[in-house]
């Protein structure tokens, strides 16, 4: 009969006992074991175990089992709290879960069972609960089906699908969108409707009490029929076990016989001769021959033909039943995980630096090294029908029930520090003492420090460590101490006193850190120099020697120790001299002189002076003791008390301190204007009379675009630029302290002394370039502007460069300003004024002149142009300019309609006109000669032949018409030129950049050649007609 008194969760005096798998180290976890906890009302007393013989009830939770978790002939351990004996179980009904026997129960098939727990134990009452297991239906991953090969047509237009590993009944359906490819009936018939494609048919196996329903797929691949040829189809599968393959004629005539044999593979399958059925053995590749006999009545009687069947290694056909388990910790137990299938051979590797489970070296199994949470990684090896296996199963090593400690007796003679190794039998953890009646006795690090003699009972506990659980009954240890041996006294140092009124002797400060313990004192052999006052403390009557005889007392822990002398001497006294508090001993350099300081405990005359090693220049001092002061500093000075009576002469001495006075020194720097290679020293004022030696550092703090530089012991500034800056400078003497002082000071911008630039005279060409001549030096960026803007003459803002770019005969002169902007150390400078005069063309710089003459009989004139002859290379038609520009320079032209508008003056009279010309650009190659517009690149096929211009008069003003010989007001200039630089010379010329010519070459250019041409006209009114 259960006690009602008692609770159900007794947890403080519980052993724990997991959920722990028997058969080869199986079990549940916290993922596939689910346990409920019951509510129990706690007790409100605990019975003695050992006079009443009564316990604590046990509990056991509800138990459910996870559908992934179990399977028949699993075995599972309920944690039992409270346990104490053997525990026993009986279920209702029997055929669900089994007792094993030693403390597990087994699964026989999925359901629920009521089972009652029984823990016995002589001596003790039985225990008894009820709780309830569930065990959730098994999946079936044994459900397997074979893919199918069909015809659209003829014998293999309908198979049956070979269905393995079903536990209840099958239904087959095809998948919606593939129910136009093939049909399926309900005994697994599969029918090609006659169109080929690849679909699928889901087979589901209803289950039975033990399995939940599940469901497999099969792939149906329907091919087309060929008429003619024999044919057979090729297979590739995925192996499994018991797996047949039937041969599958796809095309071909109707046969009488046929007979099958492996051709390659024999490893791979066995085929029956006669049927083609093929029992798979293995993963790999085979070819199999069919030989064939037709029906009579075909023209051939016999053929063969092959086929291939590949199998592919399947997954592997085991798992780990479970990816968690929960163990009890036992000392080098070998634990093998079960598995789903039967692998032939299996590893287990654990991750480095852990300590909970290591791999036995004998049985390559895990084997428990301490309690802990550890994954091992489980690898099955891929063999010739499957590929490898690897899975992670999470270990949770839990601590074991505790053993017991056993009783213990210690005794042992007490000596100081005395401190027993401290170990019991069943020990797993650290011990601590729960119970010693106040004796002073500490546990630690498996030491007992016994304080002092005496007889203990202890109470000791063990906390179980990291491997077991707490031990469940302390153990009782007697520890017996008796009193032991004083430790040797040593010889003890002599004392020395000096004498003076009351003064006492206390032989504990003197010899405490040696002996450990007070003294006593024996004897005194000269009284009449110390007496007794306490048992270790004397009191000085009297200079002179003594001898004291002490020893350690007896106590409680030790017997009184052996004796030792001590020798002691009192000396007589001596005056002692101190400076009175209220003594002056510091001043300011500002004072002139101190009074003579106050001296205490002087018994005598006394007298001043400079110690020995003191500084003679910082004070003077006097007879009476006042001081002179000198400089700033520090000064010893030695008193000296000449006693008298009993006293013995003394001295001492003491330090006066002179302080510096505030530093009045003064710097700074005058303001100047920027100049070249300029330094500037600094203005130092002091007092006058002041003969101080300064000692100086200065430090430029900033400066603009760091336009000075300093030197740090000089102070003198170098100048670099115009702008402003800071210098720190720091100063001090003997006796002028220490001073910092900013100076601010500034350099100015100097006045721009002008540009000096020479005027240009320049004989015009064609995109003539002229730079500048500027003989004074530049402070400042230069800027460079013409005054009237014209289309001759453009001059380059920056630089300078002037630029001819047209001729105009009646505006050859030009002026240019030039000047400099403000800098960082020069103010802007004035516009200062040159002039271009840009001259006439001299013929003798042109590449060729042209003088054309005009008449009534000649208004057209062809100029022919030398260009073509001076690039032409030897004899041949190899010409090596390959292209140019045209442009038309000195008169008003009008480029789109090849116009030229020519200035014309009279010859005698001086009278302005003008005339119209058309000049038309006709370059000759080798095969053609062609016009070419002005603004185009000239360039033929071959290389140009000859460069020729036609000039045609085709107006002129009423003046000319009247009559007379008019000429040109200055040359009308055609210019030849390209992007990439010439050159011409004997052998043709060329395109070069390296500016090396022998005799006879001209500098590469971009002009490539410049015609001037002056024109005479003998006007008349025969213009009219033109």
């Not at 510091?586 to 101190?594: E, H, I, T, V, Y």
């Amino acid at each position: 009969m259960l006690m009602p008194s008692v609770n159900r969760l007794g947890l403080v005096l519980a052993i724990g006992i997991s959920l722990a798998a028997c058969g080869g180290g199986e079990g549940d976890s916290s993922s596939n074991v689910v346990t409920t906890p019951k509510s129990v009302t706690p007790p409100t007393s605990i019975p003695s175990l050992e006079s009443e013989k009564d316990r604590l009830d046990i509990v056991v939770n509800d138990i459910t089992l996870l559908s992934s978790s179990s399977y028949a002939g699993y075995s599972f351990s309920p944690t039992v709290f409270n346990q104490m004996g053997e525990v026993s179980y009986t279920s209702d009904p029997a055929d669900i879960v089994v007792d094993n026997g030693d403390g597990s129960l087994m699964v026989l098939k999925p359901g629920s069972v009521t089972v009652t727990a029984t823990d016995t134990l002589n001596g003790y009452k039985t225990a008894k609960d009820i709780f309830n297991v569930t065990i959730e239906k098994w999946d079936n991953s044994s459900l397997k089906a074979d893919s199918l090969t069909l015809n659209t047509l003829g014998d293999n237009n309908t198979r049956k699908l070979n269905v393995r590993g079903f536990k209840g009944e099958l239904n087959f359906t095809v998948q919606p969108k593939y129910d136009h490819i093939i049909s399926v009936d309900h005994e697994g018939n599969v029918t090609a409707n006659g169109l080929a494609g690849t679909a699928i048919v889901t087979i589901t196996d209803s289950g039975n009490s033990s399995y939940k329903s599940t469901s497999v797929i099969a792939k149906i691949i329907v091919t087309a029929v060929s008429a003619d040829t024999l044919s057979y189809e090729n297979f590739e599968q995925e192996y499994s076990d018991g797996l047949f393959i039937q041969a599958n004629k796809i095309t071909g005539a109707p046969i009488k016989s046929q007979n099958y044999f492996v051709w390659d593979g024999q490893d791979v399958l066995n085929i029956n001769p006669a049927t083609g059925e093929m029992e798979i053995l293995k993963a790999g590749e085979a070819i199999i021959q069919a030989n064939v006999e037709y029906q009579p009545g075909y023209s051939t009687s016999r053929e063969s033909a092959t086929f291939t069947v590949k199998i592919n290694k399947a997954e592997a056909p085991y798992s780990l039943k479970l990816d968690k388990q929960s163990v009890v910790f036992e000392e080098e137990k070998r634990l093998q995980p079960s598995f789903n299938g039967s692998p032939e051979s299996v590893s287990y590797s654990i991750a480095d630096g852990q300590d909970v489970l290591s791999i036995d070296p004998s049985t390559h199994f895990p084997q428990i090294n301490n309690t802990g949470t550890i994954d091992v990684t489980v690898t099955v090896p891929e063999n010739d029908r499957y590929k490898k296996y690897q899975g992670v199963i999470s270990y949770n090593v839990i601590k074991a029930p505790h053993p017991g400690l056993r009783n213990d007796f210690i005794k042992s003679e007490y000596h100081e520090d005395l401190s027993l190794p401290f170990h019991l039998v069943g020990q797993k953890g650290n011990l601590s003492i729960i119970s010693s009646e106040l004796s002073g006795i500490t546990l630690r690090d498996e030491q007992l420090k016994i304080p002092s003699v005496g007889y203990y009972v202890l109470s000791i506990s063990d906390d179980g460590g990291r491997n077991y659980q707490p031990a469940a009954n302390n153990a009782t240890v007697i520890v017996d101490i008796s009193q032991g041996v004083q430790p040797q006294l040593e010889e003890l140092k002599p004392i020395t006193v000096v004498y003076d009124n009351d003064l006492l002797i206390d032989l504990s400060k003197y010899y405490r850190t040696t002996t450990n313990s007070d003294l006593e004192i024996i004897n005194i052999s000269n009284k009449e120099v110390v007496t007794t006052v306490d048992a270790s403390i004397l009191k000085v009557i009297n200079s002179g020697t003594t001898v004291v005889t002490v020893r350690k007392p007896e106590s409680s822990n030790f017997k009184a120790s052996n004796i030792r002398d001590i020798v002691i001497t009192v000396q007589p006294v001596k005056s002692s001299l101190t400076l009175s508090p209220q003594s002056v001993v510091s001043a300011s350099l500002d004072q002139k002189s101190l009074p003579a300081p106050v001296i205490i405990g002087a018994n005598g005359q006394l007298s001043y002076s400079l110690n020995s090693n003191s500084a003679i220049d910082v004070i003077k001092v006097n007879k009476d003791g006042s001081m002179d002061i000198l400089n700033a500093g520090v000064a010893i000075v030695r008193v000296v008390d000449s006693g008298r009576g009993g006293f013995s002469e003394s001295e001492m001495t003491f330090n006066v301190m002179v302080a510096q006075a505030d530093n009045p020194i003064k710097f700074s720097y005058p303001s100047i204007e920027y100049q070249d290679n300029l330094t500037l020293s600094p203005n130092i004022s002091q007092p006058i009379g002041s003969n101080e030696i300064i000692t100086t550092n200065y430090k430029l703090l900033s400066s603009n675009n760091n336009n000075v530089e300093v030197n740090k012991s000089t102070g003198e500034l170098t100048i670099k630029g115009a702008g402003d800056y800071n210098i720190e400078v720091t100063s001090s003497s003997r006796n002028y302290k220490e001073s910092t002082q900013i100076i601010s000071g500034s350099v100015k911008k100097a006045t721009h002394p002008g540009i000096v630039i020479d005027n240009i005279s320049v004989d015009f060409s064609p995109f003539k370039k002229i730079k500048p001549v500027v003989s004074s030096a530049q402070y400042g960026k230069r800027v460079y502007m013409i005054s009237a803007e014209s289309p001759s003459i453009s001059v380059d803002v920056n630089s300078g460069e002037i630029s001819l770019n047209d001729y105009d005969s009646g505006a050859g002169h030009f002026n240019i300003y030039v000047y400099e902007e403000e800098s960082d150390n020069y103010f802007a400078s004035e516009k200062k004024h040159f002039i271009v005069q840009v001259n006439s063309p001299q013929e003798t710089d042109a590449n060729q002149v042209f003088s054309p003459y005009y008449t009534i009989n000649q208004n057209i004139l062809i100029l022919k142009s030398y260009l073509g002859i001076k690039n032409k290379l030897g004899v041949g038609t190899t010409y090596n300019l390959e292209g140019s520009r045209f442009s038309v320079l000195g008169h008003q032209v009008l480029e789109r309609n090849q116009l030229v508008k020519v200035s014309m003056e009279s010859k005698i009279t001086g009278e302005q006109g003008a005339a119209i010309f058309r000049l038309v650009r006709s370059d000759s190659c080798i095969s053609e000669n062609k016009i070419i517009n002005w603004n185009e690149i000239s360039s033929c096929e071959g290389e140009g032949l000859s460069y020729n211009v036609t000039l045609t008069l085709i107006d002129a003003s009423d003046n000319i018409k009247a009559g007379g010989v008019w000429l040109s007001t200055g040359p009308i200039i055609i210019a030849r030129y390209g992007d990439r630089k010439f050159y011409s010379g004997p052998d043709g010329g060329g395109y070069s950049n390296t500016g090396v010519f022998g005799k006879g070459y001209s500098e590469p250019s971009n002009l490539y050649w410049w015609e001037l041409v002056n024109i005479t006209l003998d006007g008349g009114d025969w213009i009219t007609s033109l």
